[in-house]
């Protein structure tokens, strides 16, 4: 018919699929996730391992809740210092030594099994050593990605690291739990030796990253940036102080995780609400994992997003909703569905909060943000139980449920309207 639109186009499944450009064309970076992803698989199994063997020696769930404080505590105080390290040293050189610090405290938790050593003060010291390294590694690894990639496929790249995050979520405890039941602890532990020398090696493949270089879409001539001569936390805290957009990225994600945080209740909401036991409490907390997972999956059209700052708000206020009509649901089946879409709007956040933060902040500042996206990824989601714990013994579950939904929904809408600068930010020319 003369004059009439054409017809709209449906989506082809490769463009709602993952991107897995950033895998297909570069390969460092496909080296460095695929050595991430099996390496995060056997750590996932070793946490596994490590709380079935504290179990089985003192019989208390709360000598096994102490195994996260030592994990919690070292992450906290030596995230920020290790983004500062990662801006001053070699990112490569600091990753290849704290993966190898890593992967000796792995072969050390084995020993400690195989010579059947009852001693939980042990397996404390070597779970907090590990929490160290890790503190040390992450920022460090996180800020080598814009020097691996150019700045228009990093959402990409950050949506395949969540997807690796979640399938190592998922079936690390699973196979840590069959490995241990086969053969003991030591078998988890050394298949995550075995495990780490998929990191190692693709690290060791890494050309050398040492502060100042240039990086992918750098202008030809452009002058390298300056060395820091020595770590300096309280720098990276001042420029994230004067910078509205990256500062922004960390309230809204802190409004998300504190304020409508749940999963401190699921015991209470399982054999309160559905009249479960420890399996539907299983569920509960498996199904922001697998909405994260198929948000991953589903992630191709993250890259195609230009106003990021809005797509963060967005998110977090979806992420707020899903909690609050969870709150409201009395049937299992719906409310893990409304749980899934949470964790789902919560790895859509992510991706964009950490692309914001790689592709607006200088290279030199990459490691202290990283460090405080650390601090910030590990805390919130401590302090949101604390605080939905505390609720429960004054009001009900459904009640801080509910409300912290609703209050997420304040807060991020609160946010949108002081930061009119975040909700107009384009990544086609990020400002910091």
């Known amino acids: ?142 800020s080598m990605i814009p020097r691996l990639l150019p700045p228009e496929q990093l959402p990409a790249a950050n949506a395949l690291a969540s997807l690796a995050g979640g399938v190592g979520q998922m079936a690390g405890p699973m196979l840590g739990g069959v490995f241990v039941g086969l053969w003991g602890y030591q078998a988890a532990y050394l298949i ?103 948000g991953s999956v589903f992630s191709g059209w993250l890259g195609r997003v230009d106003r990021q700052g809005l797509a963060v708000l967005v998110a977090i206020a979806s992420w707020g909703a899903a909690v609050a009509v969870f709150g409201l649901t009395r049937n299992l089946w719906l409310g893990l569905v409304f749980l899934a879409l949470a964790g789902c709007a919560d790895t859509v956040s992510m991706v964009f909060r950490n692309t914001m933060l790689q592709a607006a902040a200088p290279d030199d500042m990459r490691g202290r943000l990283q460090g405080v996206f650390l601090v910030v990824v590990v805390g919130g989601p401590r302090l949101g139980d604390f605080l939905a714990g505390s609720a429960a013994d004054v009001f009900s579950p459904a009640a801080v449920v509910i409300g912290g939904g609703l209050a997420c929904i304040a807060a991020i809408t609160l946010v949108a309207t002081l930061q009119r600068s975040f909700v107009a930010y384009d990544a086609r020319s990020p400002i910091a």
């Not at 391992?49 to 102490?66: C, K």
């Not at 938790?109 to 890790?134: D, E, M, N, S």
Request: aromatic share 8%; net charge positive.
């Open 192 to 294: 995550d030796v075995a495990a780490f020398t998929a990191s190692l090696y693709a690290m060791w493949r890494l050309p050398a990253m040492l502060p100042g270089d240039t990086e992918p879409g750098t202008a030809p001539g452009a002058a390298p940036r300056r060395r820091p001569a020595r770590p300096s936390v309280m720098e990276g805290l001042r420029y994230l102080a004067a910078r509205p957009n990256l500062r922004t990225t960390f309230v809204s994600d802190l409004c998300a995780m504190v304020l409508a945080q749940p999963r401190v209740l699921f015991p209470a909401i399982a054999g309160l609400w559905y009249g479960g036991d420890t399996r539907t409490v299983g569920l509960l907390a498996a199904a922001p994992a697998a909405g994260a997972l198929l």
């Open 1 to 142: 018919m003369p004059g009439a639109p054409p017809p709209r186009r449906r989506p082809r499944l490769s463009q709602v699929l993952a991107d897995i450009s950033p895998l297909r064309d570069h390969a460092d970076f496909r080296r460095l996730w695929f050595g991430n992803t099996v390496s995060y698989v056997g750590q996932q199994m070793t946490a596994m391992a490590v709380a079935l063997q504290v179990y089985a020696i003192t019989g208390s769930s709360f000598y096994v809740g102490l195994v996260g404080l030592c994990s919690l505590v070292p992450l906290i105080a030596f995230g920020l210092y290790g983004g500062a390290v990662a801006d001053v040293v070699d990112r490569r050189r600091l990753g290849l030594i704290t993966a190898f610090g890593a992967t000796l405290l792995s072969a050390a938790l084995a020993v400690v099994a195989i010579a059947h050593l009852r001693y939980v003060g042990v397996l404390y010291a070597i779970v907090a050593l590990q929490a160290v390294c890790f503190a040390m590694n992450s920022p460090a690894r996180s």
